[in-house]
């Protein structure tokens, strides 16, 4: 080596003597935010999906000609909606006392998707949807353990 190499020359010549080194990519500003985010948010991401996607699912059914498969998918979809709420897949277990958090910012996100929308069933049906996250949470918080029945009710 001699001093006549500049430190670039060096990192070349050390790439070139290592061909399994693969240089760092740059990251986006959305890898960033990935890496800081809170292991809640991929609990309240998924349980909007789900919630979201039941609620345009009856949507779309409510428009079928074919009205008994429409019931049908209707029906699916209100009983998606009342087994995810009841069951433990919307949100972690939670062991101090009261709900668990991530129930109201998942009513929250609910509540901010159905207003970025044009009022209608789908509006609606987001929001009664959020309603429903909420009662979950009351419940939960006066210790109520298990299969609530709010979400059946309807």
Sequence with gaps: MTHLESPYERFLQWI????????????SIFDRRREQSEPGDE??????????????????AANMTNQ????????AADETIATFLDSDDICPRWPFPGPPP?????????TLAANLLQPGA??????????????????LGA???????LTRAA
Excluded: H, Y
Aim: aromatic content about 2%.
């Design 16 to 27: 070139l003597q290592n061909p399994g080194f693969q240089l760092p990519q740059p990251k």
């Design 43 to 60: 609990v309240v991401a998924r349980a909007v999906a789900v919630l979201i996607s039941a609620v345009t699912s009856k949507a779309a």
């Design 68 to 75: 008994a498969a429409a019931r049908q998918i209707s029906a």
């Design 102 to 110: 991530w129930l109201s910012i998942i009513a929250s996100e609910l």
């Design 122 to 139: 789908v509006q609606a049906g987001i929001l009664q949807v959020a309603g429903q996250v909420l009662d979950r949470a009351v419940a």
């Design 143 to 149: 210790g109520a353990a298990g299969d609530t029945g």
